[in-house]
């Protein structure tokens, strides 16, 4: 009862974020929306922002612990994609999409969802299989 409790308020938060981030994003505002981005990361996940960019996709994952949040960090990446896509940088956007891709994938792999495939399928026209970590390749 206390994890749905969790998982709820999370994706509630999750969602906020993700919102004010799009629409700042739709707005030109890309600056602030990559500021509120990483407000994101400490508020929901308490994780420094800094460390997310540095570690492999494995010990993030591990670092969340839970398939939730492993999603939610993937959701997360994914708008800043975006955001990176709008600012005319695509090198970082496909960073930031090949890690969300990557974390979609770990929380598939420990607890599948129906929403899964479709996040994954979409993802997967943004980055090329073959620019995925070896061990992601058979995703």
Do not use: N
Request: hydrophobic share 40%; aromatic share 6%.
């Amino acid at each position: 009862m206390i994890r749905d409790d969790y998982i709820i308020r999370l994706i509630k938060q999750l969602g906020d974020f993700l919102a004010r981030i799009a629409r700042r994003r739709k707005e030109g505002q890309l600056d602030q929306a990559l500021s509120d981005a990483d407000g994101a990361w400490s508020e929901l996940f308490d994780i420094p922002r800094e460390l997310c960019d540095i570690v492999d996709t494995p010990t993030l994952a591990g670092m969340l612990r839970d398939p939730e949040r492993m999603r939610a960090a993937a959701q997360l990446f994914w708008e800043e994609g975006r955001i990176h896509a709008a600012r005319a940088d695509p090198l970082t956007a496909s960073l930031k999409y090949r890690r969300a891709f990557e974390l979609m994938l770990e929380a598939r792999a420990l607890q599948p969802t129906e929403e899964d495939d479709s996040a994954v399928m979409e993802l997967s026209r943004l980055v090329p299989a073959g620019q995925l970590d070896p061990r992601y390749r058979a995703g």
